[in-house]
């Protein structure tokens, strides 16, 4: 099993920043791949950026150019997105999620945390 463990979050003004982090600690071997998706208020969870452990990402439209997601595969898998010009429209609640690279029908979830963007 994995588990992550998320940090970072909170309240800040449209144009701000915010840095979330996840740990991922268990079976790391089981990952490969980490990412952020975010889930609004009545809306479906969205992939927000993902990361591979070559370094390769990926990341929403939505979020290009504002979003830098980075991974720190020294330190428990960490992997951490830094969010830039943040708009009231990245209020969500976002979670760290990573794929089991044996059984991709298995993904690993954090438990969320709250990012809120006033205008």
């Known amino acids: 099993q994995v588990q992550l463990l998320e940090s970072g979050g909170g309240l800040t003004q449209a144009g701000g920043s915010l840095r979330l982090s996840c740990a991922a600690s268990?079976?790391?071997?089981?990952?490969?791949?980490m990412g952020w998706y975010r889930q609004a208020p009545g809306k479906q969870r969205e992939l927000v950026a993902a990361?591979?452990?070559?370094?390769?990402?990926?990341y929403a439209d939505s979020v290009k150019g504002r979003f830098t997601i980075s991974r720190d595969n020294a330190k428990n898998n960490m992997v951490h997105l830094q969010m830039n010009s943040l708009k009231p429209e990245d209020t969500a609640v976002y979670y760290c999620?990573?794929?089991?690279?044996?059984?991709?029908?298995?993904?690993?979830w954090g438990q969320g945390t709250q990012v809120t963007v006033s205008s």
């Open positions: 990361i591979d452990r070559g370094g390769s990402t990926n």
């Open positions: 268990g079976t790391i071997l089981r990952i490969e791949r």
């Open positions: 999620n990573a794929p089991d690279r044996w059984d991709m029908r298995i993904h690993y």
